[in-house]
């Protein structure tokens, strides 16, 4: 397994979900493949990681009890052009739109396998970095 390193900038995601079994299997995925990881379990101190760390790229969980996650999206994008891949329980037409339409650059219903999940996150990395990066994950 390759690091994800151009430039000396290694992927960092930040993960954002009420359950903390879900943020912890969300980090070990992702530490698997030499991914560095900040998680949290609450909407507003996800927001603060925004601001004051930067990010590869965010994964969201829409069900949040201290911040609603298409609300949470929109607030997020005010501040950082990170994409954001949401992840939710909720498959409903209507909230994948809102979801979109809200600033979320992918929806990806749950439960979900490991490959779909890393191939959306390395789309959305290639699409946010003007570079070619080196993937552990997703390469063509």
């Known amino acids: 397994m390759n690091n994800i390193d151009t430039a000396n900038k290694?992927?960092?995601?930040?993960?954002?979900?009420?359950?903390?079994?879900?943020t912890d299997l969300l980090a070990k995925l992702l530490a698997s493949k030499r991914v560095k990881v900040m998680t949290t379990?609450?909407?507003q101190e996800g927001l603060e990681l925004v601001k004051y760390h930067e990010f590869d790229g965010v994964v969201l969980d829409l069900q949040m009890p201290d911040f609603?996650?298409?609300?949470?999206?929109?607030?997020?994008k005010e501040i950082s052009k990170v994409p954001i891949l949401i992840i939710s329980a909720i498959d409903s037409p209507e909230m994948v739109t809102q979801a979109l339409n809200n600033g979320a650059d992918e929806y990806l219903p749950k439960p979900f396998s490991s490959n779909i999940f890393f191939a959306r996150?390395?789309?959305?990395?290639r699409r946010y970095h003007t570079e070619k990066l080196?993937?552990?994950?997703g390469n063509p």
């Open 121 to 125: 996150l390395a789309s959305l990395i």
């Open 10 to 22: 290694n992927i960092k995601i930040l993960v954002i979900d009420d359950d903390p079994s879900a």
């Open 41 to 43: 379990n609450s909407g």
């Open 68 to 76: 609603e996650g298409t609300s949470l999206t929109s607030r997020i």
């Open 134 to 137: 080196a993937l552990p994950f």
